[in-house]
């Protein structure tokens, strides 16, 4: 039974540059959400995709957006890179927006984003 | 003052020691409750939810109280394999789940 993947793992790019990132849910799960984790940090919510619509959205800049593919897959862009955009990002996987209640999100093991 | 806040530590003990981590949370209207563990450069894993009355697994113990908006993990017996990141983590209904910077935790031999 795959777990939630992501890709790239590790990617490294210069201020100014957009990047997508990639996240394949555990299998049964419908819901993605997007989590940024700087160093030292706990994740920081991005947003959440459910039903290929954007369902909630943490404090991120409209620099940030994603999309659900009917799969359930999702993507994250980031344009516009920042240094400060440099960070581990997590996906997240549970099944229906009440899988949040359950507090059980599976998670992938990131892409490690380095903006230069 | 940020949602969720934890003692960072690290928190440096030897095996078998007991050993108590911290976490306040800011939303009184918060309603669900977690503790997740991340090991070094791995990702987040649910360790154990946190119910009103305290609940326990194995080696953990779990505690909430509401009217401080106070939550508590306390390990007994620590492992080696206890050495992670514990992240505390609050959330209200159908919304998104708010992590903690997390407490360190080495243990040694």
């Known amino acids: 039974d795959a777990g939630v993947t992501q890709s790239p793992t590790h990617l490294i790019k210069t201020r100014g540059q957009q990047v997508t990132l990639r996240c394949s849910p555990k299998s049964g799960h419908d819901t993605v959400s997007w989590y940024q984790q700087a160093l030292g940090q706990g994740p920081q919510f991005i947003f959440q995709y459910y039903e290929e619509e954007e369902r909630q959205r943490g404090n991120f800049p409209d620099r940030f957006s994603g999309h659900q593919f009917p799969n359930y897959s999702s993507e994250l862009n980031v344009n516009a890179l920042l240094l400060g955009d440099s960070a581990l990002y997590l996906c997240?996987?549970?099944f229906g927006t009440g899988g949040l209640n359950t507090g059980e999100l599976f998670f992938g093991e990131g892409s490690r984003l380095t903006v230069l | 003052r940020k949602e969720v806040e934890q003692d960072p530590g690290p928190f440096n003990v030897p095996e078998g020691a007991t050993v108590a981590f911290n976490c306040t949370y800011s939303?009184?209207?918060?309603?669900?409750f977690f503790w997740y563990r991340q090991d070094c450069r791995k990702e987040p894993k649910l360790l154990m939810s946190v119910y009103s009355s305290g609940n326990e697994d194995g080696r953990f113990t779990a505690q909430l109280n509401r009217a401080s908006q106070y939550i508590s993990l306390l390990i007994r017996d620590s492992k080696l394999s206890d050495s992670a990141t514990y992240l505390c983590?609050?959330?209200?209904?159908?919304?998104?789940?708010?992590f903690g910077k997390g407490t360190t935790l080495s243990v040694s031999s």
């Open positions: 939303n009184s209207a918060s309603q669900s």
């Open positions: 983590v609050v959330n209200q209904a159908g919304t998104a789940l708010i």
């Open positions: 997240a996987s549970s």
